[in-house]
């Protein structure tokens, strides 16, 4: 060892204590972080009584349903969720972001220092209004592209314009879905099976690839898939199997896109409170039971998938990718 390399035990203590007082003078926290961490501790909750239990009151609506009309009333964090700063200045297009995990995310990135677009079907713009004033109130840029995901050509367009307006696209959440139970394969029409196809498969592939120019290293897809994907119910023919095509290309997609530095992941629900449930995706039998079969006897609400689907957004989370994150209140795996 050369002369000028050795360090006598003297030195590397005096050095030592050298840097230990400048850790001293200046704090290992940056003041942002001290702040979250000196903030009046939340009480514990216990979570098989924090959200409603069954039974739930016989309802339907009109598809594609709004949350607002829904008894009770789901909870998006509209009220609760808080924000650390996680996502700030990050870009993010979330469609079926109106109502259910898709508005969840939607306020949950807003909070989180994101700008957010949000894509829905028009009869859901009452939903989506108070989504948008959400996300302003919030501080951040809120933008509304209705539109049918059905056709290709609106995919485009929607990715456009959320670039155009967002001024570029870092995180996708591929979420919206359509579920409409069938008791029997031979109730199921082609028109029906075609429009599950388009919307839960063909939709997230046009996005995808309208995205995919966009999207720079550190950028995050997500997607919406189900506990269906793995443990299918049996009127959900058609639905289930989109699920399961969903995890699929979440796992295909994080090894193609590795290397070009963009994480792929997904998050399956079990029993959630949304509209999809009560416009078709289940029987009225199922509803007032729902959730009670999970170990949590209860169906979970949108806002507690939001720390998922923000977890794998955060740039801290760049060894997840081809991730299915669960969240079925005990049942089931992802
Ligand atoms: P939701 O009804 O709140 O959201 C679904 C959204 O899909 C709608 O708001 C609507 O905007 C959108 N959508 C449907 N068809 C569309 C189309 N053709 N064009 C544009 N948008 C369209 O219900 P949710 O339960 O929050 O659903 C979100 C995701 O969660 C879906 O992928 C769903 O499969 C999944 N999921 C839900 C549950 C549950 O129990 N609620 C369980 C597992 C998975
Ligand atoms: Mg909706």
Known sequence: MK??????????????????????????????????????????KDPTTAYPRPPFKSQTQPWPGLASKMEPVPDHGEKTYKGSGRLKGRKALITGGDSGMGRAAAIAYAREGADVAINYLPAEEADAKEVIALIKAAGQKGVAIPGDLRDEAFCKRMVEEAVRQLGGLDILVNNAARQQQRQSILDLTSEDFDATMKTNIYAPFWTIKAALPHLKPGSAIIGTT????????????????????????????????????????????????????????????????????????????PVELASIYVQLADPQASYATGQVYGAAGGKGMP
């Open 226 to 301: 189900s506990e269906q994907a793995t443990d299918p119910s049996e009127d959900l023919y058609d639905y289930a199997q989109t699920k399961a095509a969903t995890t699929n290309y979440v796992r295909s997609l994080a090894k193609q896109l590795a290397p070009k530095g963009i994480r792929v992941n997904g998050v399956a629900p079990g029993p959630i409170w949304t509209p999809l449930q009560v416009s078709g995706g289940a029987t009225q039998e199922k509803l007032q039971k729902f959730g009670g079969d999970t170990p949590m006897k209860r169906p979970g609400q």
């Open 3 to 44: 002369e000028e390399n050795k360090l006598s035990r003297r030195q590397i203590i005096s050095g030592l204590s050298a840097s230990l007082a400048v850790a001293a003078v200046s704090p290992i926290l940056p003041a942002e972080a001290s702040a979250a961490v000196d903030a009046a501790p939340e009480p514990l």
